[in-house]
């Protein structure tokens, strides 16, 4: 049966390790006990020997990889077993017990393009817990998104793999689960490590044989105290030297971490009266580089949709000659329109705000200058003219700036593009926008009025070649065509282009025509049947 080797704990708050020279390669039989690979840890050189006879079917890393504890290092074929049927789903099964019972891991599918790592946001379910198929296990933060990942099976879960706020990788595992229906006989691989590191131990003398059988019977009339036992590979050798089973055994350390003299004082009978189990604590050297107690200075780390954007923004100042263009746009007449069909529309569960105005009158204006709706590519040969207007608008989420667009708004009405403002609004505040919401926008709206402040200086969303920010209502005096001061509704637009490919004087005549379609509503309609 072909089975993943999920490298093991290799040492003490040791998380990866870099392969440094395989010593067998795909095709090769092995057999158990033989030296598969060497790595290096930060603190030592590790062999890993095979624990089956076998042929090895895939090796996950190249030579000089970064290969990650408690992810599959390489997968063989093992002799005398047949073939599981299961390798031809991108799930791995991890352990078997007599055809019956299934430990799995869940690989970390691909949950974007080119998204290669996400956070932790949240663990919806803890070890032990019962769960059902499709049933959210967690929360997960890429540099684009909030996305929820779901159980593929029924089952018990066994482990999650990370903490809240790590990292975790793609195509590695994510949680382990027991898939219900079979029988849950877990196999510690840690513990077939061990096995197959010591058997080149001395045999044991008369007296450690008399000892050990003592301390099976003790072991074998003790009660289980830890679920799952905590301890490094030199203190599970120890105990199976002894015949010890660990889930019998107190820790006295963090967490309930078994050491070799926990295992000498249970064999004694010598149980400690206390055993800490409080969390394991950060180190204060470095909790001192997060927080520095005198000054209240706080350092943490810029990553997820934050660090996605510094790279996008600097990305293209770096490489997009900008320039800004700004003018005022009297919505009075928009807001009347607006203020008359509010109230229809909310009555058929259409949220009509003034964005979906904005959007429409732009997808109108970009048809007579298509140029506001294309890309040029880094050599700035070639232009790109895209044949439909998708629309992203910013939204100021919990996590961070998103950019979700409304595809395909030449071929909207204004209830239709309201429908979808109100979608990709919702979704974008709770961080759970689709990746394909956010890929190939044309041209971007920037609302920074619903904050504060008239004028700003947008920076492009590349590729596109132009963005719009939008400034805060006022209600200003203004001359009407009589020379008399009236009230008007004004608004301020500033506009970033790319000079390379827009100058001036189009996107002048650009807005020119946005703006007569917004503030004339009847010409907006008109233009649209």
Not at 92 to 116: A, C, K, W
Not at 327 to 347: H, V
Request: net charge negative; glycine share 6%.
């Amino acid at each position: 049966m072909a089975k993943d080797f999920i490298l093991p704990d290799i040492g003490e708050g040791i998380v990866e390790c870099e392969v440094v020279e395989w010593l067998v390669a795909e095709g090769d039989k092995v057999t158990e006990d033989q030296p598969i690979c060497d790595v290096m840890t930060d603190k030592a050189l590790v062999q890993i020997p095979a624990v089956h006879d076998g042929v090895i079917t895939k090796l996950y890393y190249a030579k000089g990889d970064i290969a990650l504890v408690h992810a599959p290092l390489f997968a063989m074929d093992v002799a005398g077993e047949a073939s599981a049927e299961q390798q031809s789903t991108p799930n791995e099964t991890v352990t078997t017990s007599n055809n019956s019972e299934q430990l799995e891991d869940f690989i970390l599918p691909d949950i974007g393009e080119g998204i290669v790592e996400c956070e932790i946001v949240e663990w919806l379910v803890s070890e032990g817990d019962v769960i059902e198929e499709d049933q959210a296990v967690c929360d997960v933060m890429t540099d684009k998104a909030l996305v929820q990942i779901p159980a593929k099976y029924t089952g018990t879960v066994v482990k999650l793999y990370y903490a809240k706020g790590e990292v975790a990788q793609v195509h590695s595992p994510l949680f382990q689960m027991s898939i219900a229906g079979t029988n849950s006989a877990k196999v510690d691989v840690s513990d077939a490590l061990v096995k197959a590191q010591t058997k080149a131990v001395e045999p044991k003398s008369a007296v450690s044989e008399q000892a050990a059988c003592a301390t099976s019977g003790t072991a074998q009339q003790a009660k289980q105290v830890n679920q799952k036992a905590v301890a490094s590979p030199a203190v599970r050798r120890k105990a199976r030297e002894l015949d010890v089973d660990l889930t019998t055994v107190p820790g006295s350390g963090k967490n309930g971490r078994i050491y070799k003299e926990d295992i000498e004082r249970f064999v004694k009978g010598e149980v400690p009266n206390s055993i800490d189990t409080s969390p394991l604590q950060v180190n204060s050297d470095v909790a001192k580089t997060a927080t520095n107690t005198t000054s209240n200075t706080r350092v943490e780390p810029i990553k997820g949709i934050k660090a996605a954007m510094a790279k996008q923004m600097v990305a293209s100042v770096s490489t997009i000659p900008h320039f800004t263009f700004c003018d005022e746009i009297d919505l009075t007449a928009l807001i009347a329109l607006r203020s008359e069909l509010k109230e229809q529309y909310k009555q058929q569960g259409v949220k009509l705000t003034m964005m979906p105005f904005f959007i429409k009158a732009l997808s109108l204006a970009m048809k007579e200058f298509s140029v506001l709706n294309s890309k040029v590519n880094d050599d700035c040969t070639e232009l790109t003219y895209f044949a439909d207007h998708n629309i992203g608008m910013a939204v100021d989420s919990k996590i961070g700036l998103l950019v979700p667009n409304i595809k395909q708004c030449q071929l909207k009405s204004i209830v239709d593009v309201a429908n979808e403002v109100t979608r990709l609004t919702d979704a974008a505040r709770e961080g759970r926008v689709t990746p394909d919401d956010l890929k190939a926008g044309t041209i971007s709206i920037s609302n920074i009025g619903a904050i504060g402040g008239t004028i700003a200086t947008p920076i492009i969303n590349k590729p596109e070649v132009a963005i719009v920010a939008l400034g805060k209502l006022q209600h200003l005096p203004r001359f009407d065509e009589q020379g008399q001061v009236v009230s008007k509704a004004i608004m301020q637009v500033s506009w970033s282009g790319d000079h390379r490919v827009i100058d001036g004087g189009t996107i002048a005549r650009f807005n020119n025509l946005w703006k007569s379609y917004l503030e004339n509503p009847a010409k907006m309609m008109m233009t649209m049947s």
